[in-house]
């Protein structure tokens, strides 16, 4: 909130965030931890409902506080305004009037409702960069649908490759949809942040400003590699295929005798290295197998070969031998294998915080790491509205009266 108080490479950026739950939430986190001011915009409690982000009583609790909530909402503000009242709306206009950034993450058509379009706020602050994060983005025939991200890496072809042949699509463990169309959102917001700077004219002394239309499955599709091309092409619809790596051999995870390790020996000279390490030279010089068309014509050799010296090792023993022949090679980890590992650790991967009631959480360090202008983690995840007055008050904003 003060100059002292300011860093990292967004320092003086100023943001008002009024998602919730995941992408636009995940967009403003990501721009907190680089020195942004991100004032966050919250439902207060009202008529026994707690009020807040959702995302505030999602998975484990502790004394009624998401754990999770500490990682997506630290080193933001938290203002409290029920934006369904005039009076609220009004304050919120206030706000953007002086702010750089807005990131939403509504239902299409909800700002407009509401008198936020971008139109009307740009009106008075003609270099507002408003990201506007949603299932479908804010054009064409699905703009009105609800859209979550499980539905957006459904749409995105995501979810048709994450399974077994033959088996149930799965969803990949988090809410990737999400958190892709945050990135996605970031990216956006420094283009136009960089077109602004470019646009800075006596008649525009902060540059103009623009939308950033985010679709959670177009995030995802972005993602998706060959997918389009290979189908374009030749016709070819690729298809499930578990651990593997279809069309690039050999990449899989195999069985040791105590877990799982992933194996990434696709390259020509990483291939004989492989086959080597696991005494088998007979497969690592066959001139057939030298070049990956030959090895993805014989994969499940190649594989059955791995997986049965795999299966009579344990996983540290197959990554000690595999390391040692430069071979990509990793554990399958768990929450576990990541909280004690020392390369996270010397990283900054893992840092810890002591929230206000007195727990102590290992919590994600920032990414991505700047030599010069690092981010970190300087404020712990706010309370409701704990920054209402504050914020406020500082612009000479008269609080809204309670009902």
Known sequence: MTPAAAFGPLAGLKVIELGQLIAG????????????????????????????????????????????????????????????APASRDI??????????????FKPGVMEAWGLSHEELSKTNP???????SGYGQTGPYRELPGFAAVAEAMGGLRHLTAEPGRVPVRCGVSLGDTLAALHGVIGILMALQHRHATVSPQ?????????????YESVFNCMESLLPE??????????AGSALPGIAPSNTYAC????????????????????????DDLGQDPGLASNAGRVARVQEIDA??????????????????????????????????????????????EHITTADGLTLAVPGVVPKLSATPGRI???APTLGQDTEAVLNARGIAAPKRP
């Open 378 to 380: 300087a404020r712990l």
């Open 305 to 350: 070969a791995i997986g049965a010296w795999a299966q009579s090792r344990t996983v540290d023993q197959a990554l000690k031998a595999l390391q040692a022949a430069q071979v990509p090679v990793g554990r399958v980890y768990t929450a576990k294998d990541i909280a004690e590992d020392p390369h996270y650790q010397a990283r900054g991967m893992i």
């Open 25 to 84: 939430p995940f967009a403003g986190k990501t721009l907190a931890d680089f020195g942004a001011e991100v004032i966050k915009i919250e439902p207060p409690a009202k008529e026994g409902k707690p009020g807040g982000d959702p995302l505030r009583e999602w998975r484990l609790l502790h004394n009624g506080t998401s754990v999770w909530w500490q990682v997506q909402s630290r080193n933001k503000h938290s203002v409290a305004l029920d934006l369904k």
């Open 204 to 216: 525009a002394p902060k540059g103009l400003g623009q939308v950033v239309d985010v679709a959670l």
């Open 231 to 240: 189908y374009s092409a030749f016709g070819a619809v690729r298809e499930p």
């Open 127 to 133: 270099g507002l960069i408003m990201c506007r994060i």
């Open 257 to 280: 005798n105590d877990g799982w390790v992933l194996v990434a020996g696709n390259g020509d000279s990483i291939y004989q290295r492989l086959m080597h390490a696991i005494g088998r």
């Open 92 to 105: 919120v206009r206030q706000l953007i009037a002086e702010a750089d950034v807005v990131v939403e993450n």
